[in-house]
């Protein structure tokens, strides 16, 4: 499709009618418009004539110069043809005797068209500038309809993709906060569990029990968190000093709490303690 | 320049409508396709990765099974008192403790520990060996045993 068309129109005058082949030319085109029939006038050319500079000066003639003559015909009775051709622009008027002089005549001024005049001629760049959009006013606007519709469908298509993926990726954030908090409870109950959990102790128990002199009598040796506690009773003083110097040997971080003798027993009772 | 009412309109159906167009939807589409490819990359990245300790559901300490199972051929140690409880529970964990008073000589006893002490997922957290001065040779041993549970 061309953006604008120039074309030729012919318009024959003769007895006062204008006569235009219909369907020549299309509303927006650029149109020359070739004159020629029994109406137009013709003048030889002579520079003395001052009829020839009138004509050329007046407002109410189309006229065209030859090497040897003008031709020329009222403005009026041309442009009574145009109303069949509303919404041509008409660039120019090339008028002849006959057929063949006004259709070469308006090939000339036809060729002379461009953009660079379009651009130059603000009411000819308007004509054009309306032509043009008449012609793509459709295409355009069924272009934007269709680039609307897919641009409906794949929107909807994205919106709806989107709230999953959101839902989706909020969810998998409660999941991880909650999955961390879980995680950092869980740190807590295990280190809780190795703080209250003992290691062996069964082989000190035993070490501890296996060098008790015979002159003391144990009463309690429990293991805990603290570490480890011993009581007895013993006979003797030197027992239990022999005894926490056997103890010493295994637990160089012995504490003795207390040694001594309650009133109203013969025993002497000890407390010893070890730490870790 | 004079502005011409054909250029006017030229302009806005060239011009305008696309600008016009696309502030007023394919820019909300664009803006929402890239979100979605940012979703995309950021649902790969976020895969969460499990970091949860893998902890035996069974609680062992529920009954005087394994006590019972550990003294099976031991006639001079009886049990005086066995009391499981849940002591703390959090995080999808729990530790069960379990007070148990056996009475025996000091020997057995001690063997029960030793049995105690290398049985897997259990601890001890108390050890208490007790005797009243006097002529009885029996010994009194509380203990605390305890267990990391999951929770089912």
């Known amino acids: 499709m061309r953006l604008i068309s120039k074309r030729i129109l012919p318009v024959e005058l003769n007895g006062g009618t204008a006569v235009v082949q219909d369907g020549l030319a299309e509303k927006g085109d650029i149109v020359i418009l070739s004159v020629f029939g029994s109406d137009v006038s013709t003048r030889s050319c002579d520079d003395s004539d001052p009829v020839l500079t009138r004509i050329q000066r007046s407002d109410d003639l189309y006229w065209t110069m030859y090497p040897d003559k003008i031709c020329y015909v009222r403005k009026a009775v041309v442009e009574s043809s145009l109303n069949k051709q509303k919404g041509t622009y008409v660039a120019g008027v090339a008028v002849g005797e006959v057929c063949n002089e006004a259709e070469e005549h308006a090939k000339n001024i036809l060729s002379t068209i461009d953009w660079k005049r379009i651009a130059g001629d603000s009411e000819m760049l308007e004509a054009v500038a309306g032509c043009i959009f008449h012609r793509v006013l459709l295409p355009v606007l069924g272009f934007w309809l269709v680039a609307l519709l897919f641009n409906f469908f794949l929107f909807s298509d994205l919106d709806r993709r989107v709230s999953a993926m959101r839902l989706s990726w909020q969810e998998s954030k409660r999941e991880a906060k909650a999955e961390k908090e879980a995680t950092g409870k869980q740190r807590q109950m295990l280190a809780d569990y190795k703080t209250m959990s003992l290691p062996k102790s069964s082989v000190a128990i035993d070490a501890l029990a296996s060098v008790v002199p015979d002159g003391i009598q144990l009463t309690l040796l429990s293991v805990n968190s603290s570490g480890f506690r011993i009581k007895g009773t013993a006979k003797e003083v030197s027992d239990i000093t022999e005894y926490s110097s056997a103890v010493n040997r295994e637990f160089p971080l012995l504490e003795i709490v207390s040694i001594d003798k309650p009133t109203g027993t013969s025993l002497y009772q000890f407390d010893f303690r070890m730490m870790k | ?152």
């Open chain 2, 1 to 152: 320049m004079r502005l011409c009412p054909g250029i006017l309109k030229l302009a806005v159906l060239l011009v305008g409508l696309p600008i016009i167009l696309w502030l007023a939807t394919f820019s909300k589409t664009m803006s929402l396709y890239g979100e979605y490819r940012s979703l995309s990359k950021s649902e790969v990245a976020d895969s969460v990765s499990s970091q949860r300790f893998t902890v035996s559901c069974e609680n062992r300490l529920a009954g005087d099974c394994l006590v019972r199972e550990i003294l099976a051929g031991e006639d001079e140690v009886i049990i005086n008192e066995y009391a499981p409880s849940v002591e703390k529970s959090d995080g999808g964990l729990s530790i069960v403790r379990a007070r148990l008073q056996l009475r025996g000589r000091f020997i057995p006893l001690l063997k029960v520990v030793h049995h105690l002490e290398n049985q897997p997922e259990i601890s001890l957290a108390d050890i208490c060996f007790s005797h009243k001065t006097g002529k009885d040779p029996l010994v009194t041993l509380d203990l605390d045993l305890i267990q990391l549970v999951g929770d089912e």
